[in-house]
């Protein structure tokens, strides 16, 4: 207690150099806090897109029905699963997947039909509420769709026009049907975006003579990590084949990585930045003291005793620093996360990455972890980088230091 | 003159202190120009691919089919006026696309893809897709009724080489057409948006299948030696067309690229510019202790006559000279670093083995660095210039000296 | 006799309300040309505040301060300057040199700011080097140089500019008696030889006993100045 409080007065002894040091190192944390917590908003938000919008933490299908989309390769046992999903309080939506062909006057696309239970996806999934013009499925089935914005475009259709279906059904005969667009949704993702067109199941079976086929079920844990559902739902899966996100979106799940690992390198990087601050002063400060140490070395203080000392003030104004610093950082982090950085100013189209939308409003996630990483990261930094003044000092010959000029 | 001597001598009189200013300023010099320049490079790499496998830097298309794309919006004439555009001074190379939507059937399965109509010997000169074909081969002159699909898409509809699949769309009569094709060549460019998605056939048989005249297209682009000269051409090229068809920057046709690299740019020299802030308090508190322990010094100067001008103005040089050295040494490591980046490149793969994909334009495994002169220069004077500047905030103390309170 | 300096009613205080000092309280001098004059009391008697008050360096609360007739009270800073560079020769108690500069340079220092041309300059500053007997040490640094040579050096700056007055802090505080005397003797020949004023300032009786006029001071207020002469006898 007693080597603090001298280290601090110490401190005190050339206010402005240590002022200006410690603004450096504060300014450091700051950054690092804010900058983590503008990349976890960031990774969060394209995660979020990823997954809370439509594909969920995990999903099961039937085995080889990824590879192929075959609409004959359906769960054997959906509502088992379901059941089990829903005892266990994890949302779950079937859906049911076809292909064919909308037309509307003389423009035609092909189209993914997906066959949705809305009111299971209004509980579990955002995509209900990212409509752009229109409404999104009611709860009974009403001959209506909602289709993607980039399929709408490319049918110049709009909200109340017809569209006709025109698919192989299950049971080889054609199935044709007319639909009224009821919604279009906003731009969420480049499949959702030129292909989809949701429909209430009840519709969906009668198009495609598909018999209640479920091909997916989609889940969103509240509490669970993803992995933890597909443990907590294996014994429920029968054959089925349970996956994460991260292997449903292999590429968003590198890019997920990918930030997290630069944003690691930016931190180390602009720890040393302000690491070499805090060198430059504690050799500053102790040449300045040499003397001083050559007296108290000939009293008897052994080196490791002033190695300690030295260090002890270095981490002394690391400890204020870094206080100020996270009180700065969180501030800036309070307002990142209440407004974030609006940046659609800088972004005239919507962006997608790895076919995830990228939102322009950057909101930022404190991450309690993430902050005291940081303090404890900067604290052994400023410990660190006193170490070679330290040692420099501990080693002197008192007689050459006390006659030092 | 005396003063650059006083001042090189002085920088020199504390060896570690002017070797640590120095070595806080080339290190993080150093670093900004090496990300920089990576950044740089990626982003030039992307913007390659992408608008050589698409539309080129400058784009010709009917001037509606920007907001609603359809088969019967087309460039009239389009081989003629290619032959004019290829002279211009600055293009590399001229290519026709036909584009179309459509779905491909096979015996398991359908799929929504996108149809592109282009000329086999100049893709396979321009376009990286040439590059990505795994199994079979390109497109050749002279072909017809064949496709090249991607990897993705064979998958899901169960293709291999030399199977046949139905291709159906709508031509520009507005009737449902269907054609048999067969797969000559499976591409794999690792973006599952092209994977599975992208089928390209021979420009003419395109034609047919929309009912399009052999001189309509629905784009032409134009690939450029040099992506800096896209306003001068783009200008040109205005003069040499004739409405319906608008000349568009590649900014325009792939919007989503344009934003990608404008944020993360952006951002990018965010983070740098605060890495040279962090610097710069370093080099203050350096050069602020420097002029406060020579207080007595400069007390002295001023008491033989010195005007206190001449002192502010030694310090400044002082720094000026360790921002030499600082931004010197930085440049010449950065430099170093990010010429061998652009020579040797970095292979993505080992971090990120999916290849990225922004807005459907792959990125490509191999990122090369990209410095110029110019980023050098320009990088290497701002941090200099933001020395200096640190300097006269530093040295404003000197004037606040008063020798006899110093000498007393 | 001409008064080379001449102060009127001069007084400086400085330190706020509760810690003022008084560093001089009124006093009325006259220094004449070619004299050899000691300031002499113990610390905190107002010594040095005296000299950087004649120069200029310092500027009085009140009164009246004339070098060479001209009134110095009330110049700019610019003019201030000029004089200390022409006019004034200074010696300090410590910290003469730069460090960076050779002996030689240091020397040259105010000559070149006077803009003398290179080969004159040369010329005077081996000279005086040869008078205060450094020949041979020119390219010497300060730190490769003794407490008594680097005075030495400092001297021989103050009178390559011959300047009319020089001005000097305890000079010989941090030599030793040997090196003091000699230090004397440099000075005297010039006063002598070449009648360079010289107004120093000492708490030690060796030193002060070399002067020819002697100006006690205590507590900022002078206590009557004796004619060393009259002293001896």
Known sequence: MNALRIGWRNLMRNRRRTGITALAVALTTAICIDTMAIMGGVRQQMVDAGTRLFVGDVQAHAPGFRADRSIYRALVDPARLLAAAQALGIDAAPRSYGFGLVSHGIKSAGASFIGVEPAAERRGFDLPKEVFLGTYLADVPAGSVVIGRKLAKSLAVEVGDDLVAVVQAADGSLGNELFSVVGILKIVGEELDRGAVLLHHADFERLFVSDGRIHEIALRAHTRTPAGVVAALLPAAGAAVLETWRELNPSLSDMDRLIDASVYVFVVIFLLAGSIGVTNTMLMATHDRVREFGVVKALGATPWRILRDVTLEGFVLGLSATALGTIVGLAGGAYLQEVGIDLSGLMEGTMTFSGVVWNPILIGVVRPSDVLATIACMWVACILASLYPAVKVARLNPVTAMTDV | ?408 | MTAIVKLVGVVKEYGAAASLVRALRGVDLEIDKGAFAAIAGPSGSGKTTLLNIISGLDTPGAGHVFVEGQEVTGMSGRALSRLRLRRIGFVFQAYNLMPVLTAFENAEYVLLMQGVAKAERRRRVMNVLGQVGLSGMEQRFPRELSGGQQQRVAIARAIVSEPALILADEPTANVDSTTAAGLLDLMTELNEDKGVTFVFSSHDPNVLKRAKRLIAMKDGALEGSADAKRREA
């Open chain 2, 1 to 408: 003159m005396l003063l650059v001597k006083i001042a090189w001598r002085s920088i020199w009189r504390s060896k570690r202190r002017t070797f640590i200013t120095v070595s806080a300023l080339s290190f993080a010099l150093s670093l900004v120009v090496f990300f920089i320049a990576f950044a740089e490079g990626v982003y030039a790499g992307m913007i390659n691919e992408a608008v050589r496998m698409q539309a080129g830097h400058v784009t010709i298309e009917h001037r509606d089919y920007h907001d609603a794309p359809a088969t019967d919006l087309t460039v009239a004439d389009a081989p003629a006026l290619r032959i004019k555009l290829a002279a211009l001074d600055g293009v590399a190379s001229t290519k026709l696309l036909v584009l179309g939507q459509g779905v491909a059937k096979s015996g398991n399965g359908a799929e929504g893809v996108a149809i592109m109509g282009v000329e086999p010997s100049v893709e396979a000169k321009a376009s990286p897709l040439e590059n990505k074909i795994t199994r079979g081969s390109y497109l050749d002159e002279g072909d017809t009724r064949v496709v090249v699909i991607g990897q993705t898409l064979a998958e899901r509809l169960k293709l291999d080489l030399g199977k046949k699949l139905v291709l159906s769309t709508n031509n520009t009569k507005g009737e449902l057409v269907e054609e048999l094709v067969r797969v000559k060549g499976i591409f794999a460019t690792g973006v599952v948006e092209i994977d599975g998605y992208v089928v390209q056939t021979p420009l003419g048989f395109a034609q047919e299948l929309f009912q399009l005249g052999p001189h309509e297209v629905t784009r032409i682009g134009l690939v450029l030696a040099d992506a800096d000269r896209e306003e001068e051409i783009l200008r040109a090229a205005r003069r040499i067309i004739a409405a319906p068809a608008v000349a568009r920057p590649w900014e325009e046709v792939l919007p989503d690229l344009a934003a990608y690299v404008r944020f993360d740019g952006g951002s990018n020299y965010i983070i740098q510019g605060l890495l040279i802030f962090l610097s710069l308090f370093t080099i203050f508190n350096t050069i602020l202790m420097s002029v406060l322990e020579r207080s007595r010094e400069f007390a002295m100067m001023l008491a033989l006559g010195t005007d206190s001008l001449r002192i502010r103005a030694q310090v400044v040089l002082e720094s000026a000279m360790i921002g030499v050295l600082g931004c010197g040494i930085g440049l010449l490591v950065g430099g170093i670093v990010a010429l061998a980046l652009q020579i040797h490149g970095f292979d993505l793969k080992s971090i990120y083995p999916e290849g990225i994909a922004v807005s459907g334009v792959s990125v490509g495994t191999r990122v090369y660095g990209q410095v110029t002169v110019k980023l050098l220069a320009t990088l290497g004077g701002l941090v200099f210039a933001a020395t200096l500047v640190t300097s006269l905030i530093a040295v404003r103390h000197i004037s606040r000296i008063e020798p006899a309170a110093v000498l007393r």
